[in-house]
């Protein structure tokens, strides 16, 4: 595999276009900007922390799989509505904060039982969240709180103490990465999201240094658009394999994931744009760009730079770290 500089450039010339207004999510609002999504976000308090910290860490794996390969994203119901992936577990996170923010205590999550976290945290309509891996997120609740407890400290003095050094943003990410559930992961995808949302929030809990740039959040939704633009070309065997969403080994799927991520570095540098626009621009096209239905190009604000590899999807790895 390998980086299509032409692509590159052509995509954050389109990149560079985007409106001024277009500065990314800020986890309060709802995707129009007009009004405060209180069926997604906490309203204006400290506890936001706490659960943007323990949000984060569960945003991985929202998908299903057989001895094949990829075979559905997750959907969920709650309130009436069916939602997907991500979204339901915002939605579901938010009910249970809602209901009783001490069902998040770290306490009682350093010793989470199964019932608790599905039966009173994942839980939509219909019971329990229908994520894949139960057992996973059980240990890693419990490893992440317990390192809390253990220090005797809490999330927002972590961010506390970032905000205290010279460079908030890195010195947030590095602390990030000896934090349970969010530690594996060279790409710190979990922690650059947790990073947008805290600076982003209207209460701007993290403050960046000026200059401080967040790198690209490279999950399954930015690769696979990603592959698709043509920002990243595959060598046949391998794009074969990806368009059969078949399992991906640890190698491969690491090796596209760099590639992505050197790419999307380019793009930044070219077009000048934030990571927060860059990445907001991405997660948007999975409108037009979604992983189970023909994709709609002719919608997309960047169909003149894309190859339209419209068959290529992304790595499919079972992993904690998006």
């Not at 995509?11 to 985007?18: C, S, T």
């Not at 999510?25 to 209180?38: E, P, Q, S, V």
Request: hydrophobic share 40%; proline share 6%; glycine share 4%.
């Amino acid at each position: 595999m390998f980086i299509n500089e032409d692509r590159v450039t052509a995509f954050a010339a389109e990149v560079a276009k985007l409106p001024p207004a277009d500065k990314g999510l800020d986890f309060y609002h709802t995707f129009d900007g007009k009004a405060h999504d209180a069926e997604m976000y906490p309203s204006l308090h400290q506890q936001a922390v706490d659960f943007f910290f323990f949000a984060c860490l569960h945003q991985h794996g929202f998908w299903h799989a057989d001895r094949d390969g990829y075979r559905a994203p997750m959907f969920a119901t709650l309130g009436g509505k069916r939602v997907k992936g991500s979204d339901a577990l915002w939605r579901a996170l938010k009910k249970a904060l809602d209901r009783e923010s001490r069902d998040f205590s770290l306490y009682l999550l350093a010793n989470v039982t199964e019932h608790h976290l599905f039966e009173v945290l994942f839980c939509h309509d219909d019971g329990p969240l229908p994520l894949p891996d139960p057992m996973t997120r059980i240990e890693m609740t419990r490893a992440y709180a317990g390192w809390f407890t253990g220090r005797e400290t809490a999330p927002a003095e972590i961010v506390e103490a970032a905000n205290l050094q010279r460079r908030p943003l890195e010195a947030f990410l590095s602390m990030m990465e000896q934090v349970p559930g969010f530690d594996a992961d060279p790409f710190q995808k979990k922690s650059r999201l947790l990073a947008m949302a805290l600076m982003n929030r209207p209460e701007a809990f993290l403050k960046p240094a000026p200059g401080e740039q967040l790198g690209p959040i490279v999950d399954y939704h930015l690769m696979r658009v990603a592959l698709r633009l043509g920002l990243v070309e595959l060598y046949p065997d391998a794009a074969w394999r990806n368009a059969a969403r078949q399992w991906c080994d640890s190698t491969n799927e690491e090796r596209i994931r760099q590639a992505v991520h050197d790419a999307l570095v380019r793009v930044q540098e070219l077009s000048g744009v934030s990571s927060a626009t860059l990445d907001f621009a991405m997660w948007s096209a999975r409108k037009y760009c979604p992983e189970m239905t023909e994709p709609e190009c002719g919608k997309c604000r960047f169909r003149d730079a894309c190859a339209k590899r419209t068959e290529l999807f992304q790595p499919v790895l079972r992993t904690t770290a998006y």
